[in-house]
């Protein structure tokens, strides 16, 4: 793996709190020496472990942006055992854009992991965040949401990582998230995820879905914000002796059959038959697609082809062929 090209202006050794930006160099029609800067937030007080809590990896994702800005100016030193490096809009210009992908390559900042030294800008980032961020990480927290795509049942999720240990504490630090689920996934969608390469490097790793664009509120927000303290209070690096908000139990789910992810056969308006949280049956029909061409012909019915719980939904309702329009999830324990 080559040298980054990225500098900082923080030093992640220095005790206290620091802001401060990654520089990425994005050389424009009409500015040579053109820098993106993507903000970043230090704060270090006693020795202990390190936290790297990342919002905005998708942009059109609003929910870690508000609650880690909002945590970077409520966070003291002395609250700190340890390290905590937060980065609340990691894909920035898809952030200022309103867009899930980098408006300046086209790329989805979730697909390029681990990222290349010398590739586009959105490389570039996955690359320093691999290559000089999660060497110093213990503890990585990804927060996402379905941003315009779909709806989500708020969960902390995690892949199904083969080390029995690593998945057992992801799955304690999950449970003091305090979501109504946590959801075991598979990639369908391709690989390259933050989260995967962090696990693959061991690390105590949470990604979450928060809702939706459309779920986008003072719950939701909430949920998030006690989330990721109670997650930092746990693994001891936050000792800021809040007190302990009472947390329902998670639910633990899996979606780990391909047949989970139910995709649109056709193109055209999806017409939903369950809310969010139903339970479907195998061979039951989840929806039909109404053709916009043929607006007399049947629509097209798509079954379920796994039982489950329906944990996501898409969001919007024109689709295209392929989409995803629902993710079925089953009750799953460690054991
Ligand atoms: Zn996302």
């Not at 100016?73 to 867009?99: Q, Y």
């Not at 339970?279 to 697609?289: A, E, K, P, R, S």
């Amino acid at each position: 793996m080559s040298a980054t090209q990225i500098i900082t202006t923080v030093d992640f050794e220095r005790p206290g709190k620091q802001t401060g930006v990654l520089a990425v160099p994005q050389s424009t029609n009409t500015s040579g020496w053109a820098t993106e800067y993507i903000p970043i937030a230090v704060i270090r007080g006693a020795p202990g472990p390190t936290a790297l809590i990342f919002g905005g990896n998708h942009g059109d994702e609003y929910e870690g942006p508000v609650v880690l800005m909002k945590l970077v100016r409520m966070l003291k030193p002395e609250d700190v055992r340890g390290r905590i490096i937060i980065i609340p809009m990691l894909n920035r210009p898809a952030i200022a854009a309103g867009t899930r992908l980098s408006p300046l390559d086209g790329k989805n900042m979730n697909r390029v992991f681990p990222g290349r030294a010398d590739g586009t800008i959105t490389e570039t980032i996955a690359h320093y965040v691999s290559s000089v961020l999660f060497p110093l990480a213990d503890l990585v927290i990804d927060i996402h949401s379905g941003g315009r795509s779909a709806h989500f049942l708020p969960l902390v999720s995690m892949h199904h990582v083969p080390d029995r240990e690593q998945l057992r504490r992801m799955i304690d630090a999950a449970l003091a998230w305090g979501a109504p689920y946590i959801l075991l996934y598979r990639d369908v969608g391709g690989t390259g995820l933050l989260s995967g390469e962090a696990e693959r490097m061991g690390k105590l790793t949470l990604g979450t879905e928060m809702g939706s664009a459309a779920q986008f509120g003072v719950d939701m927000l909430t949920l998030t914000e006690r989330g990721v303290c109670n997650v930092l209070r746990q693994a001891g690096i936050l000792v800021d002796h809040a007190p302990e908000q009472a947390i329902a139990p998670s639910q633990i789910m899996i979606a780990d059959q391909y047949d989970d992810y139910i995709m649109a056969p056709v193109s055209g308006i999806f017409e939903p038959f369950f809310e969010m949280g139903a339970w479907v049956d195998v061979g039951q029909t989840i929806g039909q697609i109404h053709s916009v061409e043929h607006p007399f012909y049947d629509p097209v019915t798509v079954p379920a082809r796994t039982d489950g719980l329906l944990i996501s939904r898409r969001a919007f309702p024109l689709v295209r062929q392929g989409d995803c329009l629902a993710t079925l999830a089953r009750p799953w324990s460690l054991g």
